[in-house]
Each structure stands twice: as structure tokens, then as C-alpha cells.
């Protein structure tokens, strides 16, 4: 993105971005754990969400790296989004209850996404 | 797309748990069951789950080692042979051996039921972790309307 585009859309954008990144990934492990919640031997997992975010956070306020040569990588966020062991065996309640808050805080991370393309929006059309 | 992988999960919760529940019904339908194809009462059958990683798609091979840490799960239904056969006197039966005892499928009525329960518990479970995907999917949607 140019200097132009990084000024019309701030971090706020990359960073509900990667929230809803890491969301989407919780989901599906979750997802994971209630589907195999009678498996016998099965150790649920689950995404640090905090985690992940300051580590994406601390990278995004270290001076931005510049590519001194075309054909090194650019900088940006780790693409990926590692699980852990969060127990021994599935707790139905505990997992439902982490499946509802994930699913919540994404609607947020959209909403909040949403409003900010609406002002972008109202500032494009003058306040009209 | 996560989620879409996510809704696939779902689904192969609710498939294996549609499994347990054939083999509870199974179990309830041939409660008293005396005879058999094979010969002998009939047996119990127990549903045995087990998480597999479910087919990738290119993205995901892409991202390598996604699947394994969050697999789906597949249901295999088996005859289980560890419980005893209850025995009953009742020589006018027409299957009761020469001492006069029948001897009665190895199922549990009470055990087969409160399994039920849990397996369709388990089931809702599976179709709310489905809807709520769904609605990330389609909430998605609205961005930049």
C-alpha cells in the first residue's frame, strides 16, 4: 500500500483485520473440539487470541521495514496462527461458552469495521 | 476459507453423532432379541469415535499443518462382546437351551438411554458451533455494504 493508501486506511483496519483473522481460526478449532467432545483421548486445543495480538501489535509499532531490494520478502504480520493444548479432555460448557464469546467479538470486529467504512464513506461524499 | 472448514467440522460432529445415536437405536430396537442370523442372541453395538483430519482443500496445503490440530470426527460402529449376557429361566421358550435358560442380548436399557441423551446433546452442540460460523459467515458479508 502507498503512502496515500496507509493515511485513507490506518492500522485500525489491519489490526480489526487480523482480529477477524485470528477469529475465523479460533472458530474452526473450536468447532474442532465440540465435534470430538465424546472422542476418548482427545486434548482439546485453542488460540491465544491476546497472545497473538500483542505479538501483532509490538510488530506493527516497530519501525515499519523498508525493502531495500526488490526481491526480499516484505515485512508484515506472521500468517500464522499457531493452536495449543488449552486442557486434557473437552469441556462441553467451557467450550460452548468460548464459542459464543468468539463468534460475539467478531460481529464487534465487523461492526467496527463497517462504521469505519461509513465515515471513509461520508468523508468521500463531502457530509452529504 | 476458515469457516467453511469450520461449518465441515460441524458437520462431521453431527454425522458421527448420528452414528451413536443408529447404534443406541440398534441396541433399543433388539433389546429382546433372542435370536439372530448368526445364531445366538443379538449383541450389543458400540459406536467408536475417533478424530480425523478431514480432506483439504488447496489453501490449506498451502498453510500445511493446519488439519491435524483441529480435526473433524469419524464414527465406526462395532459389535461390543465386553458385557455379559444376562440368562433367564424359561423353558417353554423356543429358544432356551437344553437346562431351560435363555440367555438375552447384553444390552442395558437404562445405560442405552442415558446414552442417547448424551448423544443428542452432543448433536445440538455441533448445530449451534454450524449456526455460529454461519453467522460469522454472514455478518462478513456486510462489510462495505
Known amino acids: 500500500m502507498n503512502v496515500l493508501g496507509k493515511k485513507i486506511f490506518d492500522r485500525t483496519q489491519d489490526l480489526l483485520q487480523r482480529s477477524m483473522d485470528i477469529r475465523t481460526s479460533r472458530q474452526r478449532v473450536l468447532s474442532s473440539n465440540i465435534a470430538n467432545s465424546e472422542t476418548p483421548d482427545f486434548a482439546p486445543r485453542d488460540i491465544p487470541f491476546e497472545k497473538i495480538m500483542e505479538r501483532t501489535i509490538a510488530l506493527q509499532s516497530a519501525i515499519g521495514l523498508k525493502r531495500t531490494h526488490e526481491k526480499h520478502l516484505p515485512g508484515g504480520f506472521p500468517s500464522e496462527i499457531d493452536t495449543e493444548k488449552s486442557g486434557e479432555a473437552v469441556n462441553i460448557d467451557q467450550e460452548m461458552a468460548k464459542l459464543a464469546e468468539n463468534n460475539l467479538r467478531f460481529q464487534a470486529d465487523v461492526q467496527a469495521l463497517i462504521r469505519k467504512l461509513e465515515g471513509l464513506k461520508y468523508a468521500i461524499e463531502g457530509g452529504k | ?99 431351560g435358560y435363555v440367555i438375552l442380548p447384553n444390552v442395558n436399557i437404562i445405560e442405552e438411554m442415558v446414552n442417547l441423551m448424551a448423544a443428542v446433546r452432543c448433536y445440538e452442540a455441533n448445530v449451534t458451533a454450524f449456526n455460529a460460523a454461519k453467522g460469522m459467515v454472514l455478518k462478513s458479508l456486510e462489510i462495505g455494504k
Request: hydrophobic share 35%; charged share 25%; no cysteine.
Open chain 2, 1 to 99: 476459507m476458515d469457516l467453511f472448514q469450520s461449518m465441515e467440522i460441524s458437520a462431521s460432529g453431527l454425522n458421527a453423532q448420528r452414528g451413536v445415536l443408529n447404534a443406541i437405536s440398534m441396541n433399543l430396537a433388539n433389546a429382546n432379541s433372542t435370536r439372530t442370523e448368526e445364531g445366538g442372541p443379538y449383541i450389543r453395538r458400540r459406536a467408536v469415535l475417533s478424530p480425523v483430519a478431514l480432506p483439504t482443500r488447496f489453501p490449506q496445503i498451502l498453510t500445511g499443518k493446519m488439519d491435524r490440530e483441529s480435526p473433524g470426527v469419524s464414527v465406526e460402529i462395532e459389535v461390543d462382546e465386553t458385557r455379559d449376557h444376562e440368562m433367564i429361566y424359561d423353558p417353554g421358550h423356543p429358544d432356551a437351551g437344553e437346562d
